[in-house]
């Protein structure tokens, strides 16, 4: 069982080209999300899915986007990206969004904008 | 609004014990939980509190009080595997986690 996989693992961007950042679960979670994570700052949520076909924003959406087509993928897109999109990307999934739901978190992606 | 706060970094020996405080601020709450993060790697999960109290878990303790907006991480008989990083989170009134910044735990010989 492979859990939560991402990719790429680690990307260099040049600023203003688009990107897809993917992520496949097979746990058959229904809750999913995407958080960046920067020094000093903690993880920080970007968008979630609670369920296969809805979406919702995070603490920092801007600048990114998410579908949710089926219950195992939810990828990121970075329309334009720009140098402060760099970051450690890291997917999560949850079996449902309440209390004791813990999230298991896939093993991040690198990205740098130059 | 939302805040959560906890040491930067703490150092300790192999076999000492060492409390990871995590003060948060939240008009909603939903449980709080505590990550290990290992550098380079992915969180994972360690615990989960949502009452007041004590739960215990092999060396690993996490505490709750509520009222005060406090909890602690516990972690005995210190080995070298647990130098990481240990992310506080609480579960607001959306059901959505907010971190704190997380502790880096350096365990020496």
């Known amino acids: 069982i492979a859990g939560i996989t991402q990719a790429p693992t680690s990307q260099i961007l040049a600023a203003g080209r688009r990107m897809t950042l993917r992520c496949t679960q097979d746990m058959r979670h229904n809750a999913m999300y995407w958080y960046r994570q920067d020094l000093g700052l903690g993880l920080r949520l970007i968008h979630y899915s609670n369920t296969a076909g809805t979406t919702g924003k995070g603490e920092v959406p801007d600048g990114y986007s998410v579908s949710r087509a089926n219950t195992d993928d939810f990828p990121l897109t970075l329309a334009s990206a720009v140098p402060s999109q760099t970051s450690v990307y890291f997917c999560?999934?949850?079996?449902?969004?309440?209390?004791?739901?813990?999230?298991?978190f896939g093993p991040g992606t690198r990205l740098t904008v130059l | 609004g939302q805040n959560i706060d906890q040491p930067t970094e703490m150092t300790a020996t192999e076999g000492a014990i060492v409390q990871i405080n995590c003060t948060y601020q939240t008009s909603g709450f939903n449980g709080l939980f505590w990550y290990q993060q290992h550098a380079g790697e992915a969180p994972t999960f360690l615990s989960y509190n949502v009452l007041d109290g004590l739960e215990e878990k092999g060396r690993f303790s996490s505490f709750l009080s509520r009222s005060k907006g406090y909890s602690y991480l516990l972690l005995k008989e210190l080995q070298m595997k647990d130098s990481a990083s240990y992310l506080c989170a609480f579960k607001g009134g959306d059901y959505k986690l907010s971190f704190g910044a997380g502790t880096t735990v350096t365990v020496r010989a």
């Open positions: 999560a999934s949850s079996d449902g969004t309440g209390g004791n739901n813990e999230q298991f």
